[in-house]
């Protein structure tokens, strides 16, 4: 006699909802107590390889209104361009870098920040190189699945014309919405999540 096999059904998308402070942030939300220091707070320390920088930005809403309560993570490569993971295997990657990070946008302004260094390019999965890049994740009310993109440095011409990703962007004119805007002591780059300016989000 075969048993009989108790079906799960899949799970309703559910969106990031109003208490994803708490949950990830709870320092920034004011609960105090769950960790010293929210986790992704710091990424580098006075040993960390590289030349330091300062990633600042909004995400926007499809009227460029910035949104107050979104949490955005990034993940990059070291200086080197090796990651900070146990799946790494061309080398030890930077021990003083996480290469991790999670900010939670400003109640005040919308703006998230990171202190973090600049990485180096990493190989494609087909041995081309790619530019030196950072990776972006965000959440927020209303986004049911986090969304990905990637940042790019404008001086990096050169590599980001050979960047095997930026290549795959069929709409040439929407490329600049991956680029930073250098500014003094880091870069600017903005997420626009509707509208004409949206920026170019992966599916993976």
């Known amino acids: 006699m075969f048993q009989s096999l108790n079906r799960l059904k899949e799970s309703p998308s559910q969106t990031a909802g109003p208490?994803?402070?708490?949950?990830?942030?709870?320092?920034?939300?004011?609960?105090t107590g769950v960790y010293p220091d929210d986790l992704g707070t710091s990424m580098v320390n006075d040993k960390t390889k590289g030349e330091?920088?300062?990633?600042?930005?909004?995400?926007l809403d499809g009227t460029g209104t910035p949104l107050k309560d979104?949490?955005?993570e990034i993940w990059q490569a070291d200086a080197d361009g090796l990651y900070n993971s146990?799946?790494?295997?061309?080398?030890?990657?930077?021990?003083?870098?996480?290469?991790?990070?999670?900010?939670?946008?400003?109640m005040d302004d919308g703006v998230f920040r990171f202190e973090t260094i600049k990485p180096g390019r990493v190989p494609y999965p087909d041995g081309r190189m790619q530019a030196p890049h950072v990776t972006l994740w965000i959440?927020?009310?209303?986004i049911n699945i986090g969304l990905q993109t990637r940042m790019?440095?404008?001086?990096?011409?050169?590599?980001?014309?050979?960047?095997?990703?930026?290549?795959r962007v069929e709409h040439r004119i929407r490329?600049?919405?991956l680029i930073a805007q250098k500014v003094e002591g880091?870069?600017?780059?903005?997420?626009?999540l509707q509208g004409d300016k949206e920026t170019v989000f992966f599916d993976i």
């Open 70 to 72: 979104a949490l955005v």
């Open 186 to 192: 880091g870069y600017s780059f903005d997420i626009h």
């Open 19 to 31: 208490y994803v402070h708490i949950g990830l942030t709870p320092n920034f939300a004011e609960i």
């Open 86 to 106: 146990p799946s790494e295997m061309r080398g030890s990657a930077d021990a003083n870098f996480t290469g991790w990070g999670r900010c939670p946008s400003g």
């Open 152 to 167: 790019y440095f404008p001086e990096e011409e050169t590599a980001n014309a050979e960047d095997p990703i930026l290549g």
């Open 52 to 59: 330091r920088i300062t990633i600042t930005g909004r995400v």
């Open 139 to 142: 959440v927020a009310r209303g």
């Open 175 to 177: 490329v600049g919405t």
